[in-house]
């Protein structure tokens, strides 16, 4: 298995613009989560989905950050609009029902 | 609300040396993960424990579970600079068992 696969890698922008971040979990896997990684908070969990159903979307910091999980192999988080403060390392795990989450390389996003 | 907290919060060891990270959560939980991060790399799944007394081993790192203390150890033996590394642990959601938190990790640095 490829393991979870996080699109783009890399993302650079300027601040007022939309970012789309993606995820493809692991085949078979009925959970995916969205963390933002920073020096200063550490690891957030933002949301998570259960059988591509949003269960706690509690840590989402603010009607700008939304997501969407249209099907078992595909989720994206946006950003819209993006502010300099939303910089950070965004990762998206997935878990079957034993509860392990699985990483995927992570997205590293500077807004300027 | 569920609590995990982890010390020390950065260890700088000897080559050849033996040391313990410890883990403490709030709230009752049966599960407990332990993940290893390298600078600028994703989480890598290192152990799961499953019940009290759970003890798991792989090279020169053993971790254990107390769930009656509330406590699991990361046990380094005979430290290599190769174990350099940002080391988490997770517990399950006491309400959720999908979702797991965070502690805040430990940032483990192994000089010759």
């Known amino acids: 298995d490829a393991g979870v696969i996080q699109s783009p890698r890399h993302e650079v922008t300027e601040m007022g613009q939309e970012v789309t971040l993606r995820c493809k979990p692991i085949s078979g896997h009925n959970s995916l989560f969205w963390y933002r990684q920073t020096m200063m908070r550490g690891l957030e969990l933002l949301i998570y989905f259960n059988n591509n159903v949003p269960i706690d979307d509690s840590g989402m910091p603010e009607d700008r950050f939304s997501a969407k999980m249209p099907n078992a192999s595909f989720s994206t988080l946006k950003i819209q609009p993006s502010e300099p403060r939303d910089s950070a390392v965004y990762f998206c795990a997935s878990s079957r029902d034993d509860n392990e989450q699985f990483f995927g390389p992570g997205t590293r996003l500077t807004v300027l | 609300e569920l609590k995990v907290e982890q010390n020390p919060l950065f260890l700088s060891m000897q080559e050849g040396k033996n040391y313990t990270i410890y883990c403490n959560y709030s709230?009752?939980?049966?599960?407990l993960y332990w993940y290893r991060q390298d600078p600028g790399k994703s989480l890598e799944s290192l152990f799961v424990?499953?019940?009290?007394?759970a003890v798991k081993q792989e090279g020169r790192l053993m971790a254990s579970l107390d769930t009656k203390a509330r406590l699991s150890t990361l046990h380094i033996t005979a430290a290599v600079h190769d174990l350099s590394a940002t080391y988490f642990c997770a517990v399950d959601s006491a309400y959720n068992t999908d979702k797991l938190i965070f502690g805040t990790g430990t940032r483990l640095q192994v000089f010759p």
């Open positions: 709230t009752t939980s049966d599960r």
């Open positions: 424990l499953l019940s009290n007394g």
